[in-house]
């Protein structure tokens, strides 16, 4: 008998990945997948960037990099976040095999089997699925349409915690951003401990409103202990997933440590996405790519709103993203979550249920959609199923 070992034999699957395998049909309207549309890719840019490569720059794409990162793209990077207000002098930058590699090599600085982790809940399946693997026990905390509930947190931070794991802005798959004072709140208690912060934010650039944007403030930013956080981003969302580019941002404590992390699971990432990113970075190409597909996404979400204001039964309830890719829907009462799901995806449709995202995978009440890469005719139509077979299975 094949003898797996404890910690992968405690994973579990997906639910996004296993729903996308089943709804398969080439008409299937699908609003689960959190990926950025394939029409909106800088496709030509990037020809561009890899037909003006000199022979020596395309020699070092080919060739294995340092550990940390690609030199250029680490300077450029760390000055686009300098501008940003990040403290890049106390602060170093690890370029990752995408974010949720930065999130795994933090697991494996801190987690012992049996430790204890807090995160949001619900939270995000691939930072759920990375803790899990070095067996830890998982306390979820609840939200409210202001961010993570204090009070709930300051009675987990009994449990002597390793860490805390939050995404502040544009959270996945909640789609609420903290409010500055819940912000302030969440660092007040945190500064009084030294319990070390996760602070992920692979949406924060898709901002919707430059008003909201100035209330948006990483943590890292504006904590009196910086030094305590652990920032991680992405290239995912702003230029493409398959470059499989992420960085994190961390003090010297952290900074060796993560490096010999790194080191023992892939020794650097892809060299020539690195090139190519650090073309598109100092080229000025990054920022008014993003600005086109941020005002893309805003329109698609404005959409998604209106379409289940008019569809959804007046029960269900949601906040309103001001960015990012998602909307979290609360059921009305009664309703399952899976057997919705079976009746939606019969319909045509598909999203993901709330459960893949808590932290025990406990039925919540609630769904995942996402507007990202969906075309408004295909919103329409696809709220309009799901709020269909909602009323009916509320008679």
């Given at each position: 008998m094949t003898?797996?070992?404890?910690?992968?034999?405690?994973?579990?699957?997906?639910?996004?990945?296993?729903?996308m395998s089943l709804a398969t049909r080439p008409d299937m309207i699908s609003f689960a997948g959190g990926m950025p549309d394939n029409e909106l890719f800088p496709i030509h840019e990037v020809q561009e960037i890899v037909d003006n490569l000199s022979v020596k720059e395309q020699q070092v794409a080919m060739q294995y990099g340092p550990t940390t990162g690609y030199p250029p793209l680490l300077e450029a990077l760390g000055e686009w976040l300098r501008k940003k207000g990040f403290p890049m002098d106390t602060n170093k930058?690890?370029?990752?095999?995408?974010?949720?590699?930065?999130?795994?090599?933090?697991?494996?600085?801190?987690?012992?089997?049996?430790?204890?982790v807090l995160t949001e809940n619900p939270a995000f399946i691939g930072a759920l699925s990375a803790f899990g693997s070095y067996m830890p026990t998982i306390h979820g905390i609840n939200m409210d349409g202001h961010g993570i509930l204090i009070d709930p947190l300051k009675?987990?931070?009994?449990?002597?915690?390793?860490?805390?794991?939050?995404?502040?802005?544009?959270?996945?798959?909640?789609?609420?951003?903290?409010?500055?004072?819940?912000?302030?709140?969440?660092?007040?208690v945190m500064n009084a401990t030294e319990v070390p912060i996760l602070e992920d934010d692979a949406?924060?650039?898709?901002?919707?409103?430059?008003?909201?944007?100035?209330?948006?403030?990483?943590?890292?930013?504006?904590?009196?202990?910086?030094?305590?956080?652990?920032?991680?981003?992405?290239f995912s969302k702003i230029f493409g997933p398959g470059m499989r580019l992420g960085w994190m941002l961390v003090g010297d404590e952290f900074y060796r440590k993560a490096e010999l992390c790194k080191q023992c699971i892939d020794a650097c990432s892809p060299t020539f996405t690195?090139?190519?990113?650090?073309?598109?970075?100092?080229?000025?190409?990054?920022?008014?790519?993003?600005?086109?597909?941020?005002?893309?996404y805003h329109k698609r979400c404005e959409y998604m709103v209106d379409a289940i204001k008019r569809y959804f039964p007046a029960e269900a309830s949601f906040v309103?993203?001001?960015?990012?890719?998602?909307?979290?829907?609360?059921?009305?009462?009664?309703?399952?979550?899976?057997?919705?799901?079976?009746?939606?995806?019969?319909?045509?449709?598909?999203?993901?249920?709330?459960?893949?995202?808590?932290?025990?995978?406990?039925?919540?009440?609630?769904?995942?959609v996402s507007y990202c890469n969906t075309?408004?005719?295909?919103?329409?139509?696809?709220?309009k199923i799901i709020g269909d077979v909602m009323k009916k299975m509320m008679k």
């Open positions: 003898r797996f070992s404890q910690s992968v034999s405690a994973l579990r699957s997906s639910a996004i990945r296993d729903l930058l690890i370029i990752t095999t995408g974010s949720l590699q930065a999130i795994n090599i933090w697991a494996k600085m801190f987690i012992d089997p049996g430790d204890v009675e987990a931070l009994k449990l002597d915690p390793k860490f805390l794991y939050i995404t502040p802005t544009f959270h996945n798959p909640a789609g609420l951003t903290y409010s500055p004072e819940r912000r302030k709140e969440l660092l007040e949406y924060g650039e898709l901002w919707f409103d430059e008003e909201d944007k100035q209330h948006i403030v990483p943590l890292k930013i504006q904590s009196e202990k910086e030094q305590q956080i652990c920032y991680t981003g992405s690195q090139v190519l990113a650090h073309r598109f970075l100092v080229s000025g190409q990054l920022d008014s790519y993003v600005a086109s597909v941020r005002s893309i309103e993203p001001k960015g990012g890719f998602y909307i979290w829907v609360k059921l009305p009462e009664g309703i399952d979550e899976m057997e919705l799901l079976k009746e939606v995806i019969a319909e045509g449709a598909v999203f993901v249920v709330g459960s893949t995202f808590d932290p025990q995978g406990a039925s919540n009440g609630y769904i995942r075309a408004e005719d295909k919103i329409e139509k696809g709220i």
